[in-house]
């Protein structure tokens, strides 16, 4: 008798772990299906090269661009020539199999930056060494 009130007594402390598992999985989920329907903004290359934002929008951390007028012989020569085009505040990132390369920013590196002064930036060290060949 003394366990059958034990077993009563503890169910509704099992019954509220489940509970807030079940919570917690469906609130990790959600954020999950949230993070991947943030949209990803296009940044460009111009004629000389040069990786641009665009300037009408607002800033995010990632941006997708073509890599369809680079022209490499091989995805490993397009890789190659990537991975080195970084700076102190921004990565960029060869996604061979889309044929797209991801542009990320470091935003809280220069929180105060704008889309211009971010541009400013790019055009700087792609001036120096140009995204295309």
């Not at 509220?16 to 609130?27: E, I, N, S, V, Y």
């Not at 997708?64 to 490993?76: I, V």
Request: aromatic share 10%; proline share 5%.
């Amino acid at each position: 008798m003394k366990n059958s009130i034990r077993n009563l007594m503890a169910m509704p402390s099992v019954l509220a772990t489940r509970g807030m598992l079940m919570t917690t999985c469906f609130m990790l989920l959600a954020s999950l299906f949230s993070f991947s329907q943030t949209p990803v903004l296009s940044a460009t290359i111009n004629e000389q090269g040069i990786l641009q934002l665009p300037a009408d929008q607002e800033l995010m951390e990632m941006y997708e661009f073509s890599l369809a007028s680079l022209n490499f012989p091989t995805d490993e020569a397009l890789i190659d020539f990537l991975s080195t085009k970084s700076s102190e505040y921004f990565i960029i990132r060869p996604n061979t199999g889309e044929g797209k390369g991801v542009l990320v920013l470091k935003l809280y590196d220069q929180p105060e930056w704008t889309a211009d002064d971010w541009n400013a930036h790019l055009a700087l060290v792609c001036n120096e060494h140009p995204i295309k060949q």
